[in-house]
């Protein structure tokens, strides 16, 4: 089974602090993504990955970067957290060739 | 906006009845995907129907696509307590890489 971690459940942090999201998948996909999911908004896309150091901005990029050094890991960086990026984050993988796919468990980020 | 619609919102029912989601979209599409959240938790993929089909079964459940009404429904059969989640439709607009996501329709199902 394809697995894919995200690095906390949840997380709280101070505005302006800066904060990293880890996401890893084992099945080797090329492509990952992260979303944001709010009431109401269903999940937004932030950036996208298909492959090792490749990245394409999203719908909603602003105050968010990322980074893909190696295959299996797709870091999200919020530069200066600030209270309207309060959120659960969702990394999902897939492979180049599949529609499909695959989500971590999520982070829920309070920013304070 | 870009995102799809999903409706009803909310649906509660009894377990052993069926259930019926909806969802509408904006664009050409690829294909379209349901999938399954439950409460705080990752969305998991339920199924997928591409554009030149219009009816797919997997399981206790049934998909439609009606893409010159650009709309897609999600039928649960013979419901349990278990899927009780929020359901998803996700849609790959024509060209692009890009998921839309419709904002969900939250099942409840009542022992």
């Known amino acids: 089974d394809v697995k894919v971690t995200q690095s906390s459940r949840y997380l709280v942090k101070r505005t302006g602090e800066k904060v990293f999201l880890e996401c890893v998948q084992d099945?080797?996909?090329?492509?990952m993504f992260w979303y944001r999911q709010d009431p109401g908004l269903g999940l937004r896309l932030i950036y996208f990955?298909?492959?090792?150091?490749?990245?394409e901005k999203g719908d909603i990029p602003e105050g968010y970067s990322v980074s893909r050094e190696k295959k299996e890991r797709f870091s999200l960086i919020l530069e200066s957290a600030s209270t309207n990026q309060t959120s659960m984050y969702l990394c999902a993988s897939r492979l180049q060739t599949s529609y499909e796919q695959y989500f971590g468990p999520g982070t829920r980020l309070t920013v304070t | 906006s870009q995102q799809g619609e999903e409706d009803p919102q909310a649906l509660s029912i009894q377990e052993g009845e069926n259930a019926t989601m909806n969802c509408s979209y904006k664009t050409s599409i690829n294909n379209l995907q349901w999938y399954r959240q439950n409460s705080g938790r990752g969305l998991v993929h339920l199924i997928l129907i591409r554009s030149n089909e219009r009816e797919k079964h997997s399981g206790r459940l049934r998909v439609t696509l009606d893409t010159s009404k650009k709309s897609s429904s999600l039928l649960i059969t013979a419901s349990r307590a278990a899927d009780t989640a929020s359901y998803f439709c996700?849609?790959?607009?024509?060209?692009?890489?890009?998921?839309?996501f419709g904002t969900g329709t939250r099942l409840k199902v009542l022992a």
């Open positions: 996700a849609t790959v607009p024509s060209g692009t890489y890009k998921y839309i």
């Open positions: 099945m080797d996909h090329e492509n």
């Open positions: 990955s298909y492959d090792v150091k490749m990245k």
